[in-house]
């Protein structure tokens, strides 16, 4: 029998653990970093993706023609000069590369564009199109816009169109101004009828700044059509999609990758920049996107 069996014998309590808030502090810490960090990644962390696409009637000879396409950059640099970004694409080597509005959110960003202009139009032939953030600003932005641009190589199609010619072959590229644009501009179905008066039985390629026309667009009749705007719903989400629009709905469509309406096929870039829903920069699991997409010519 021990001491502490006796009767009358004292009773040891039992050891209290020592707390340690230096190492809740430290975990604490960790975690807010190691979070902040994981999110600046999710706004800033760019991402290349490539995509194939087999768009009805494209012509043998623009089968593998590969197209850069940049939206909603949002006055956003991508390094020094926008080197980063540059660097990104000069490495794909793309036959078009195309800017799908919202270049800028500010007049004042218009000291970017220049450097970024001259970079894409060095790589390839480089087309721009207006979003609403541009028109946001006035026309008197525009045209300062879209002169910088041409003065530094690059094609701003206002509801216009040019023909591209690869391997024999001819396609139509055209573009429209946002809707925010000017109120008796030519709409996007006066500018079909008019391709189609001029280049009938062409493959049409739209660049179209707004994601959610895109039921308009293949009503009249265009092929293929590149769109940004949609930000990718902001949030993604697995099966799911994109969660948030940027018109401030839920579960929009059409935010990021291919859809089909009828004959036509639309593209949408998941953007480059951000966007002010709900607040500045944020994005989950959608990071910025470098869209490279690839045309294929059906067999």
């Known amino acids: 029998m021990t001491a502490t069996d006796r009767e009358g014998a004292p009773h040891r309590r039992p050891r209290e653990k020592r707390r340690h808030p230096l190492r809740w502090l430290a975990g604490l810490v960790v975690l807010v970093v190691g979070g902040t960090a994981w999110f600046h990644w999710q706004c800033w962390g760019l991402q290349t993706t490539e995509t194939e696409a087999a768009p009805d009637r494209l012509p043998e000879g623009f089968d593998g023609y590969k197209i850069v396409h940049l939206s909603d950059l949002h006055g956003h640099e991508y390094g020094e000069g926008s080197a980063e970004l540059l660097r990104l694409v000069a490495e794909q080597e793309p036959d078009l590369i195309v800017v799908t509005g919202d270049l800028i959110d500010q007049e004042s960003q218009l000291q970017m564009v220049p450097a970024l202009a001259r970079g894409l139009a060095a790589v390839a032939p480089t087309y721009y199109v207006t979003g609403n953030h541009e028109w946001g600003l006035g026309t008197g932005a525009v045209k300062k816009l879209k002169g910088v641009l041409a003065q530094c190589g690059v094609t701003a199609l206002s509801n216009e169109y040019e023909i591209l010619e690869r391997n024999g072959a001819q396609i139509v590229l055209a573009g429209v101004d946002d809707p925010n644009g000017y109120a008796d501009q030519k709409t996007p179905e006066e500018l079909r009828a008019q391709i189609g008066n001029a280049a009938?039985?062409?493959?049409?390629?739209?660049?179209?700044?707004?994601?959610?026309?895109?039921?308009q667009y293949a009503a009249a009749g265009y092929d293929f059509v590149l769109s940004g705007h949609g930000?990718?719903?902001?949030?993604?989400?697995?099966?799911?999609g994109?969660?948030?629009?940027t018109d401030r709905t839920f579960f929009p469509d059409w935010t990021a990758g291919l859809y089909t309406v009828g004959n036509s096929t639309l593209f949408v870039s998941r953007g480059l920049g951000n966007n002010t829903v709900p607040f500045k920069g944020f994005r989950i699991f959608n990071r910025p996107e470098l869209a490279v997409l690839t045309l294929k010519a059906e067999d």
């Open 200 to 215: 009938p039985g062409l493959f049409t390629l739209l660049l179209a700044h707004r994601n959610d026309r895109f039921g």
């Open 231 to 240: 930000h990718g719903g902001i949030v993604r989400l697995p099966f799911v």
């Open 242 to 245: 994109g969660v948030a629009g």
